[in-house]
C-alpha cells in the first residue's frame, strides 16, 4: 500500500449503531487530519493530531471519537449519529505541522462516504 | 481571520480551451501558505502546488501555471489546453505560519467540467 488508505469505502449504519473509520498513512509523516465533507458543503476540519497528540479538536460533536494510536494510523469512531452526519470523511496527512515548521501540504485518502439512516 | 474566497462555483469548457480559476485570500498574517488541490470523481485531493508568501515568482508545470499576486491577494490557476482528465473539483486553501494546529482553511471549491 502506498499514500493514505481508507477503509471501509462506504458505510451505512443506523443512528443507534457503533461503526470506526480507519485511516492508514504510509508516508512517515507526523501529522495526520479528519475532515468532513458534505454535499455543497466546504471542507470542514474536525482533528488534527501530531505525534499521535490531537492538537486541534473543532468544536465536533461527542458522538464523533477520534484515536491516534501511532503516526501512521489514525481512527474515528462513530456512534448514535444523526442523519445529517451523513458526509465523506476525508483522513490526510502531512509532514508535520504546527509552529515553528512551515506548512506543510497535505495528502488525502480516497474518503469514507458515510450514510446515516 | 483566514478566508479563502474562491467565486466561480462552477465551469464548464470544451476541450483544448484554457480556463482560469480564481482564488482570493484574506489573512493578517505575513507570513503563510497557500495551496491549489484537485479533487477527482474519485473522491482523495491530490496536492497540486504550495507558494509561501515571500515566493511571488509564477509557476509553470505542463500546462498548469499559477499566477500569484499579493498586491490583489490572489493565487489564481490557469490550465491550458484543456483536457477531459482535467475534470475535477479544484480547491485553493491558505495556513497561517502562526496558527499552531496548521489549521488550513479552504475555499467552497470549483467544479471544472471539460467536454470532449
Known amino acids: 500500500e502506498t499514500g493514505v488508505t481508507q477503509t471501509p469505502r462506504h458505510l451505512v449504519m443506523g443512528m443507534t449503531n457503533k461503526k470506526s473509520l480507519k485511516c492508514e498513512q504510509h508516508?512517515?509523516?507526523?501529522?495526520m487530519y479528519w475532515y468532513k465533507q458534505s454535499a455543497k458543503k466546504p471542507l470542514e476540519l474536525m482533528f488534527v493530531?501530531?505525534?499521535?497528540?490531537?492538537?486541534e479538536n473543532n468544536s465536533v460533536p461527542s458522538r464523533f471519537s477520534p484515536e491516534c494510536p501511532n503516526s501512521s494510523h489514525l481512527f474515528l469512531h462513530l456512534h448514535t449519529l444523526q442523519p445529517e452526519d451523513s458526509a465523506l470523511y476525508l483522513c490526510?496527512?502531512?509532514?508535520?505541522?504546527?509552529?515553528?515548521?512551515?506548512?506543510?501540504?497535505?495528502?488525502f485518502g480516497p474518503g469514507t462516504r458515510l450514510t446515516v439512516t | 481571520a483566514q478566508k479563502v474566497t474562491q467565486a466561480q462555483t462552477e465551469i464548464s469548457v470544451v476541450e483544448k480551451e484554457d480556463v482560469t480559476l480564481d482564488c482570493v485570500y484574506e489573512?493578517?498574517?505575513?507570513?503563510?501558505?497557500l495551496f491549489w488541490y484537485k479533487q477527482p470523481p474519485s473522491g482523495e485531493l491530490v496536492f497540486l502546488i504550495r507558494?509561501?508568501?515571500?515566493?511571488?515568482q509564477n509557476e509553470i508545470s505542463g500546462r498548469y501555471s499559477w499566477n500569484f499576486q499579493k498586491s490583489t491577494s490572489s493565487f489564481n490557476f490557469t490550465i491550458t489546453a484543456s483536457q477531459v482528465v482535467d475534470s475535477a473539483v479544484y480547491f485553493c486553501?491558505?495556513?497561517?505560519?502562526?496558527?499552531?494546529?496548521?489549521?488550513?482553511?479552504f475555499g467552497d471549491g470549483t467544479t471544472l467540467t471539460v467536454k470532449p
Open positions: 490526510a496527512s502531512s509532514q508535520e505541522v504546527g509552529a515553528p515548521f512551515p506548512n506543510y501540504e497535505q495528502y
Open positions: 508516508l512517515g509523516h507526523n501529522a
Open positions: 493530531y501530531s505525534l499521535e497528540e490531537r492538537v
Open positions: 489573512t493578517r498574517d505575513t507570513t503563510y501558505y
Open positions: 507558494r509561501n508568501s515571500f515566493d511571488e
Open positions: 486553501a491558505l495556513s497561517e505560519r502562526g496558527t499552531n494546529a496548521g489549521k488550513s482553511t
